[in-house]
């Protein structure tokens, strides 16, 4: 008999699984740009990861942040919201990896010292509400950080704490997620603010990384047009079938239980690839395992309830939260099958007469995060299964 306790699957928004199977190439880089700006204490150019919804980008985020704290990196990771600016975000998360920061010892004493007070400055004018010492009283520097434009602000704070950084042998690990719903000032500051830093003849250690849907590369390039240029993009997609069977087989092995081939046949089948229904479906087929064995009914039994999981939380509630028009405009996209769908073809099958017609219900579903457009003229789901969702419930 197996001696498995652990259900080694996580569903879950933004959980870490045992395996990020599939990302090894970023996983990878990531470990070596670590690596190279430890060593060289120059940062490198900021980066940025996007795919649909469940892909595991957060996941991704969260993972780069933990072996950025196996390195003793600052870090700090923030959810840009629409209602909460930049500024206030970045001043509330940098106060804890500047607190800790403090225990690195008597190595660039004068350098953390500093960082501290322009944290202050910075912080009384984008977050004057905050926590402002350290458990004894720093006094603002005055003239650094505190002009209250976000650009330059930014520039001054994070030129600071990475300059203090590099003078105890580390760096700062800057994560955003979900960046495409920050305020489209705060993204032009941002912007301005990584050129900046990245044009110094030696930029201080911070590593940014943001995370977003399909759209951010042009949303980011809607704030300032260089950012085409300024960024590193990776587009994080479904994972191949080699990629889909090891998330499904290793970290049941780890624990010395595998699955039986037609039972790994059906969850792989099944999954498609999308890794939030992997770790769903993993976790229900775990439940019915048998001794060592993972069963083909253990498989079928967890595939349907992961199923009525996925269901419920990630679509259902998209729909619900749509107006009758955003329904109707989703509803004419299933015909094709999960693939770009054509304004055109829309136009037709909802029966308007031009496209314009359509464009308050387009804007709108953009808005709320259901659909982008990978190209002019086309419109798609930003989450995998949503076409098949609404087709197995036109009740709905």
Do not use: C
Not at 68 to 90: F, M, N, Y
Not at 120 to 138: W, Y
């Amino acid at each position: 008999m197996s001696d498995a306790t652990y259900d080694p699957y996580r569903p879950g928004a933004g959980r870490v699984p045992p395996l990020l199977a599939g990302r090894e190439d970023l996983l990878s880089l990531f470990d070596a740009t670590l690596a190279q700006t430890t060593g060289t204490g120059e940062g490198p150019r900021p980066q940025v990861l996007f795919g649909l919804r469940g892909v595991g980008k957060t996941a991704l985020l969260n993972e780069f942040v933990l072996r950025a704290r196996e390195q003793r990196w600052l870090t700090v990771k923030i959810e840009a919201t629409p209602d909460r600016s930049l500024g206030r975000a970045i001043a509330q998360a940098l106060y804890r990896p500047l607190r800790d920061m403090r225990s690195l010892g008597e190595r660039g004493h004068d350098f953390v010292q500093q960082a501290m007070r322009v944290f202050t400055s910075f912080q009384l004018r984008f977050d004057p509400q905050g926590n402002a010492t350290f458990g004894f009283n720093i006094e603002p520097e005055r003239g650094v950080a505190d002009t209250g434009e976000l650009p330059a602000d930014l520039v001054d704070v994070l030129t600071a704490i990475g300059t203090a950084a590099r003078e105890n042998g580390i760096g700062l690990l800057l994560a955003i997620d979900e960046l495409q719903d920050a305020p489209l000032e705060d993204l032009r500051a941002l912007n301005v603010a990584l050129h900046e830093l990245g044009q110094d003849p030696f930029p201080v250690p911070v590593v940014f990384v943001g995370a977003g849907l399909p759209s951010l590369p042009a949303v980011l390039a809607d704030a300032t047009s260089y950012a085409e240029r300024l960024y590193d993009y990776r587009s994080i997609g479904l994972l191949d079938e080699k990629a889909t069977r090891e998330a499904f087989t290793v970290p049941a092995q780890a624990q010395r239980v595998y699955w039986d081939p037609d039972a790994l046949d059906a969850v792989v089948e099944h999954a498609a690839g999308y890794p939030y229904f992997v770790q769903v479906a993993g976790h229900y087929s775990w439940e019915g395992r048998a001794g060592e064995r993972i069963p083909l009914a253990a498989a079928i039994d967890g595939i349907a309830k992961a199923q009525r999981e996925v269901d419920e939380g990630l679509y259902r509630s998209r729909w619900e939260r749509s107006t009758p028009a955003q329904r109707e405009f989703m509803a004419a996209m299933v015909e094709d099958e999960g693939r770009p769908s054509s304004i055109a073809d829309l136009v037709v099958r909802m029966r308007r007469r031009r496209s314009s017609d359509l464009s308050v219900a387009r804007r709108d579903l953009i808005a709320a995060g259901h659909i982008f457009a990978p190209e002019r003229g086309y419109v798609a789901f930003t989450v995998p299964g949503m076409h098949d969702y609404i087709r197995r419930h036109p009740e709905a």
